[in-house]
C-alpha cells in the first residue's frame, strides 16, 4: 500500500454532513443534523470535549465537497469494500480544541495504516490543526493532513485499520480514532 499526504485547507462549517450528518456542539457532544445526541462510535467520539472523526472514502472529489458552499455541509461515500488500486482518501475531522491566550489551538496526529498481514504504515506526530479556529468551538475543521492510500497488487486482500490519535497539545487530551475498510 502507498501512502501520500498532502495538505487540505483548513476550513470550517457550522454543521458538517456525512454518512449521514453529524455536527458537534460546544460541550463536546455529537449531534445529528436535528441536534438529538448521537452514540460514539470507534471512528467519532469526543475525550474531555475534543472531537474527532476518521473518514476513509473513495471520493476523489473530496476536497471540492468540502469546500463547496452547503447549508447541511459535504457528504462524502464511506469505503467499505475496495477492489485493489482504487484509490482511498483518508480524511481526519476535528473540533472544540482548547486554545491559548493567543487564540490559537495546537493539536497534532499519529497516523497509523496496518494490513491483514500486520505491516503498517505511520507517520507520527504530524501536524493536524494549528491556528486560530473561525467560527465558534462547536465548528469543525478538516486536519491539514490528508492521506491518499492506494493498495498495490502484492497487498493482501482483507480488512485494513486506520488509527489515528489527535493530540491536543494544550488540554493534554489524546483522541484515539479507528476505522476499517476491506481490499477485495
Do not use: H
Not at 491559548?100 to 498481514?117: E, I, K, Q, W, Y
Not at 493482501?156 to 488540554?171: A, C, E, I, M, Q
Amino acid at each position: 500500500m502507498t501512502m501520500k499526504q498532502r495538505p487540505a485547507s483548513i476550513l470550517c462549517v457550522l454543521a458538517l454532513a456525512a454518512i449521514p450528518a453529524w455536527a458537534m456542539a460546544q460541550d463536546g457532544i455529537w449531534k445529528d443534523r436535528y441536534g438529538k445526541p448521537v452514540p460514539q462510535t470507534e471512528s467519532r467520539r469526543t475525550v474531555n470535549g475534543l472531537g474527532g472523526w476518521v473518514v476513509v472514502t473513495p471520493d476523489a472529489d473530496w476536497e471540492e465537497k468540502w469546500e463547496r458552499p452547503s447549508i447541511v455541509g459535504p457528504v462524502f461515500t464511506q469505503a467499505k469494500k475496495v477492489p485493489k488500486g482504487k484509490p482511498l482518501f483518508v480524511l481526519v475531522f476535528l473540533g472544540n480544541p482548547e486554545v491559548g491566550a493567543d487564540g490559537r489551538a495546537d493539536v497534532s496526529c499519529d497516523l497509523n495504516v496496518t494490513g491483514p498481514d500486520g505491516r503498517s504504515l505511520v507517520q507520527r506526530s504530524v501536524a493536524c490543526f494549528q491556528g486560530t479556529p473561525r467560527g465558534g468551538r462547536s465548528s469543525m475543521y478538516l486536519s491539514e493532513p490528508v492521506l491518499g492510500i492506494t493498495s498495490e497488487p502484492s497487498d493482501p486482500s482483507g480488512t485494513w485499520t486506520v488509527r489515528v490519535s489527535l493530540k491536543d497539545k494544550l488540554s493534554g487530551t489524546a483522541l484515539p480514532l479507528k476505522t476499517t475498510f476491506i481490499v477485495e
